[in-house]
């Protein structure tokens, strides 16, 4: 199977290099699929190295051990991005590519750290490279479907948009209701606490550290919560509404126009679907 990269990136004309090119560009060979397998190892290895840092009893133990394997991973990655960058001729369409960006920011952080130490942390990004699986699976090529997505929340922005700002308000009306109902206590503190927990409680979160003692205050729980489960409800209708609508509509070639499912011509410019 011929699988393409995601951006039309022409080979160099040095033959070394384009081998190199059909290599880590494509799939179809034995060499292409051999250094896809040992490029999700490695990501793999990587994000765990990520986690496993931030247990500080593994880190304590085995910090120099995940600092090596780290800065090895790391060469390999950065010898792979010059290659990627010299095997072309478009080397800018790459560089300012989705996937070029996430590959800099994959490799930048560690070198980073190397010289500002304050700034270990953000070697987190280096979980970045977890998006690449989709450049080894040629998943990029699906990435089409989404905006079907895309567009049912366009279509409907307008109608969550209103519903988030009615919810804004509910919240911060029960908030300041209970920060009254509860005089200021049971963690009803302050009404920006009290508007923090009638968040949570809406939401069916339910965290239980703030919670009501008196009647009133439960009773009201009672009706935040029943409101609750009505609230995460109006969201999803109004997507699966919008998703129907764009499974019925049939899209202009010419124009881009949506029409009706059951429409020939475009009602926009005229020509045939």
Not at 27 to 55: H, P, Q, W, Y
Not at 100 to 126: K, Q
Not at 135 to 154: C, P, Q
Not at 184 to 196: L, M, V
Request: glycine share 4%.
């Amino acid at each position: 199977m011929h699988i393409k990269p995601e951006y039309d990136l022409r080979p160099v004309k040095n033959p070394t290099l384009k081998k190199i090119y059909r290599t880590i560009y494509f799939a179809n060979t034995k060499a292409g699929r051999i250094f896809d397998i040992c490029l999700l190892a490695l990501i793999i290895i990587s994000s765990a190295l990520v986690m496993l840092e931030t247990v500080p009893a593994l880190d304590i133990k085995y910090h120099w051990w995940f600092y090596v394997v780290e800065f090895i991973i790391t060469i390999l990655f950065t010898i792979e991005y010059f290659l990627r960058i010299f095997t072309i001729k478009d080397k800018e369409e790459y560089i300012l590519s989705p996937f070029g960006i996430i590959d800099f920011l994959a490799i930048i952080p560690f070198y980073l750290s190397l010289f500002f130490p304050f700034m270990h942390f953000f070697v987190i990004i280096r979980m970045l490279r977890l998006l690449r699986i989709f450049r080894i699976f040629n998943l990029a090529d699906y990435m089409d479907d989404g905006k079907f997505i895309v567009t049912a929340l366009k279509n409907s922005s307008r109608k969550i948009y209103i519903f988030i700002l009615f919810m804004v308000i509910f919240i911060i009306i029960m908030g300041s209701i209970m920060y009254i109902v509860e005089g200021g206590k049971n963690g009803f503190e302050s009404i920006p606490q009290s508007i923090y927990w009638a968040t949570v409680t809406i939401t069916t979160v339910g965290y239980g550290d703030v919670s009501p003692s008196t009647p009133l205050g439960k009773f009201l729980s009672i009706i935040i919560m029943l409101a609750g489960y009505s609230i995460i409800a109006v969201p999803t209708g109004i997507m699966t509404s919008e998703f129907r609508n764009s499974m019925n509509k049939k899209t202009c070639n010419s124009c881009q126009e949506e029409n009706d499912s059951d429409a020939l011509f475009c009602k926009k410019c005229g020509n045939k679907i």
